[in-house]
Structures are given as structure tokens and as C-alpha cells.
């Protein structure tokens, strides 16, 4: 093993599909969660690619068995602009994937559409589906609820899921506006990514039920599944310095993930039951498009859109500072980066490459680390 090696984007991407099939997931849905997850890698969004392959998808459809890898897709309502979903635990990726397509084709025909879907799984990065949207001269906005991480303002209890609010705009520039983050500080897949290379977590993102902020990357990991510790919502712990505004944009997601489709939220969404057997997480999700050209030319809409972001980032910069970014821009700049280089592998995904590999007999596959 190499402390750290980069693999290409072709070949972790053919080994994400093999691993997907291997454990029985059909072909063609095989290559949407892998595009999924490598789009997050050549983002550079490490929290939401490759790393996670094992933990999210691999056991719990072969571990816990909480997860199905054939996703049967049913269209519960369906209504001009708008539709409800039932993914009955497939594959999330796959879920919103056509969500997203239902609700930009029916934004083709009335000019916006909306589709929300309950009982499907994680769906990696949520500014996938957002940038399907932009790539048709359409606005697109997606959000998740998620297993409880989040405590309310002046809590301790952790109630909402990290629950990202995302927008997705077409610009005149080489990348487009995707503001794809948490409505927590800290999301539970940038702790597990500290976890991996071995670092504590900045203090003030994690309160435990003492009201004290937590730095152990790995005791936060295990607190957050018992109940002892919660994340703070955009904004921080308490009122000060503004936590009652991302607690706010977490329940706005919360409710759009959970009541118009009828599905699970809050605490129901942890996966154990009382008895401590494992369960599907019953995951809501909202997908909404907004066609440009019932507002304007879409030329002209990119365009304003690009001189408005061009003139946050050459406006006046802080000292000290290189450059103002705006959202999207920094995974734009990563994609260049990485695009000779290949995504970074440390030891722990190393392992687990080698694992699924071994236990699945994709002997076809070698690393360049072995």
C-alpha cells in the first residue's frame, strides 16, 4: 500500500461499474451511480465519491441488507407538472436521476415541473441533478432529507439530517452556479473523510449533549449514530452568529422531502429499530426545473447571470486574500486539476478497493499501489 496514489477517472470508473453489477445492480443503472460518484470525485468533492462506494452503497445492499439493487420505480401520482415517486429503496442515484428528467421534461411542456420521491436511499451529490437541469437552459433545485444529524437552535438532540438546499443556474461561463453543500456546517461525510486521514474535527461544528463542542473525528462518527453528539446548522451553535438560519433552511428541506410525498422524516429516518436490526432509511427527495426561455431568451439569462458572478469575484478582495470564488467555480477549477492526475486514493480506500475487488472476484482490475 502507498500512503497515496492516484487512479485515473477511466479505470475507477469502469471498477465503480463492475462493483455496482457484481453485487446486482442492472447495467445501465450500474453507470448512473457510477457517473454519480465520479462526477463528485472530478469535483473534488472526495467526502461524496470513490469513498464512499463501500461504506453507502456496497454493504448495505450486501451487509445490511437495507438497500435494493434493483430499483423498482413507481410513479404514485401523476399530474401535468407535477408527479410523486415511490422508489421502494433502489438505488438513489437512480431515483433522482429520473426524477430530475421527469420534472425537466415536464418543464419542457408547462414551464416548470416538480417531482419529489420518497423511500429511496442516498443520491450522492446533490448538484448532479441541478447541472442536468442547467444543461437544458433550465434553472434546478433538488434537496434530501437524511438519517438525523442536525440539532434545532438551543438543542442537543440531533433532529434534522444535513439536508442540502441546492440551485442549480446556467451562466455564459465554462461552469455553471451550484451552490451543493449542507445545511449543517459540516456534513457527516467530511467528518468520515477526516476520520480516513486520521484528523480531529475544527471545533465548534459538533455539540455533544453537554452542550460541548467535539473534535474526535472517530468518537464523533460513533456519537453521532447513539444520539451524544449532533451537528450545528450553518450558522453555528446557538443564536450569535446566526445557527437559527441554517436550522431554518434544514427544516424548509425537511418538509419539502418528507410532507408533499407523504414519506418518512426527522427520527424516522434512522435505520435501526427498537430491536436493533438494520432498515432501509426511507429517504425524501425534491427535484424542481424551471425552463428560462417562458422568462427570457436563455442567451440573455446566462449572461446576466455570468455578469453578476463576475462582478463578485472582482470586487474588492480581502488582504491577504488571492481571489473571491463564486459557487461552482472551485469544483470547475478541480476538474482541470485532477483531470491529468486522476482522483487521490489514501490507505483506507485502497483497502477497500482491494476488498470489493477480492470479494467480488474483479480479478480484471489491478492498482497501481498493490
Known amino acids: 500500500m502507498k500512503k497515496e496514489t492516484r487512479i485515473p477517472f477511466a479505470q475507477l470508473e469502469a471498477f465503480m461499474i463492475d462493483v455496482f453489477q457484481s453485487i446486482g445492480v442492472p447495467e445501465e443503472d450500474a453507470k448512473i451511480c457510477a457517473d454519480v460518484l465520479i462526477t463528485s470525485d472530478r469535483r473534488g468533492i472526495d467526502s461524496h465519491g470513490i469513498g464512499r462506494l463501500k461504506t453507502i452503497y456496497y454493504d448495505r445492499i450486501l451487509t445490511q441488507k437495507i438497500q435494493q439493487p434493483v430499483t423498482d420505480f413507481?410513479?404514485?401520482?401523476?399530474?401535468?407538472?407535477?408527479?410523486?415517486?415511490?422508489?421502494?429503496?433502489?438505488?438513489?442515484?437512480?431515483?433522482?436521476?429520473?426524477c430530475m428528467?421527469?420534472?425537466?421534461?415536464?418543464?419542457?411542456?408547462?414551464g416548470m415541473g416538480m417531482v419529489v420521491a420518497r423511500n429511496s436511499t442516498h443520491y450522492g451529490i446533490a448538484g448532479y441533478y441541478p447541472l442536468m437541469a442547467c444543461r437544458e437552459n433550465m434553472i434546478g433545485i433538488t434537496g434530501t432529507n437524511a438519517r438525523p444529524s442536525i440539532a434545532p437552535t438551543f438543542g442537543v438532540e440531533n433532529m434534522l439530517?444535513?439536508?442540502?438546499?441546492?440551485?442549480?443556474?446556467?451562466?455564459d461561463e465554462p461552469f455553471d452556479f451550484v451552490n451543493d453543500y449542507a445545511t449543517s456546517i459540516i456534513q457527516r461525510g467530511k467528518i468520515e473523510q477526516y476520520a480516513r486521514e486520521g484528523r480531529d474535527c475544527p471545533a465548534g461544528l459538533i455539540i455533544g449533549r453537554?452542550?460541548?463542542?467535539?473534535?474526535?473525528?472517530?468518537?464523533?462518527l460513533e456519537d453521532l449514530v447513539n444520539g451524544e453528539a449532533a451537528l450545528a446548522p450553518i450558522g453555528g451553535i446557538g443564536e450569535e452568529t446566526g445557527g437559527y438560519k441554517g436550522y431554518g433552511f434544514a427544516t424548509v428541506t425537511e418538509i419539502l422531502s418528507a410532507a408533499l410525498q407523504q414519506g418518512a422524516f426527522l427520527q424516522q429516518l434512522v435505520n435501526q429499530d427498537a430491536d436493533g436490526k438494520f432498515k432501509p432509511y426511507e429517504l425524501g427527495h425534491f427535484f424542481i426545473a424551471v425552463d428560462v426561455k417562458c422568462f427570457c431568451d436563455p442567451a440573455d439569462f446566462r449572461k446576466t447571470t455570468g455578469d453578476i458572478l463576475r462582478a463578485l469575484r472582482t470586487s474588492e478582495k480581502a488582504p491577504g486574500a488571492d481571489r473571491i470564488y463564486t459557487c461552482g467555480e472551485k469544483e470547475y477549477l478541480a476538474g482541470i486539476d485532477r483531470e491529468g492526475k486522476g482522483v487521490p486514493i489514501n490507505e483506507t480506500l485502497q483497502q477497500q478497493l482491494i476488498i470489493m475487488r477480492n470479494e467480488q472476484n474483479l480479478t480484471q482490475h489491478q492498482f497501481s499501489f498493490e
Open 161 to 171: 439530517g444535513t439536508n442540502p438546499l441546492v440551485f442549480g443556474f446556467p451562466t
Open 101 to 110: 428528467q421527469m420534472a425537466i421534461d415536464k418543464a419542457k411542456q408547462y
Open 210 to 220: 453537554d452542550g460541548k463542542t467535539k473534535t474526535d473525528s472517530h468518537q464523533i
Open 74 to 98: 413507481e410513479i404514485v401520482r401523476n399530474h401535468l407538472s407535477t408527479a410523486v415517486v415511490d422508489g421502494h429503496h433502489g438505488m438513489g442515484m437512480v431515483i433522482a436521476k429520473r
